[in-house]
């Protein structure tokens, strides 16, 4: 992971030429991390919230394989498009979120669930991640193993996914994903979200 310089949030949130979020770096980093430098120049003062957001994402919403597309489309379309299977209401959302941050200087926007438009009308919340969330991708509530399967099945961290192939962690394979229950899964590329064309092809969009 490389890092850069100012400007970046007091939270920690980041906003690089109105593109990605990453998280908050600062909660990660403690003054006993040696080897800190060896991401970047020695000489530089080390900065634990100036991460650059090139090798991993992280949202920090509930978002799943039908948040970004277009319903009944496939996330796997070659190629996949705004308005044929991605979605542009969603796009348009998460566009003016990062362009009212950046311009303002208020990231509140980050701590709250996001909600927005679809094309076909449909007005869709997606929660922020935190925990017990996973309630909501519930659905057999008499089943006591529920919400075990649910936190095992929500992606929260990965690699690079990318239409640029200079963004793209691990040409061609696919990347590693953290699940919100603690385990990894290296996902081939392309199958299910984050590891989608259609998660791809957004990314390369920001990044």
Not at 127 to 141: N, V
Request: proline share 6%; aromatic share 14%; glycine share 6%.
């Amino acid at each position: 992971m490389q890092y850069t310089q100012k400007p970046y949030h007091p939270d920690g949130i980041r906003i690089v030429q109105s593109k990605l979020n990453m998280f908050a770096s600062g909660s990660i980093y403690h003054d006993h991390i040696q080897f800190y430098n060896l991401l970047g120049d020695p000489n530089e003062p080390v900065d634990p919230c100036a991460f650059f957001i090139i090798s991993y994402q992280y949202w920090g919403w509930m978002f799943t394989k039908d948040t970004m597309i277009i319903p009944g489309t496939d996330e796997n379309r070659q190629p996949s498009e705004f308005g044929v299977n991605l979605d542009t209401g969603f796009r348009d959302k998460i566009l003016a979120m990062f362009t009212t941050a950046l311009v303002t200087g208020d990231s509140s926007a980050y701590d709250r669930d996001l909600t927005f438009t679809r094309e076909t009308g449909e007005e869709v919340t997606v929660y922020r991640l935190r925990e017990g969330i996973e309630r909501f991708l519930i659905t057999d509530i008499n089943n006591p193993a529920a919400s075990a399967q649910a936190q095992s099945e929500l992606p929260v961290l990965w690699d690079d996914v990318n239409t640029n192939v200079e963004s793209f962690n691990h040409i061609p394979g696919g990347c590693n994903v953290l699940y919100m229950d603690g385990h990894v899964d290296f996902l081939k590329y392309p199958s299910t979200y984050p590891v989608s064309v259609a998660a791809a092809t957004f990314a390369g969009s920001w990044i």
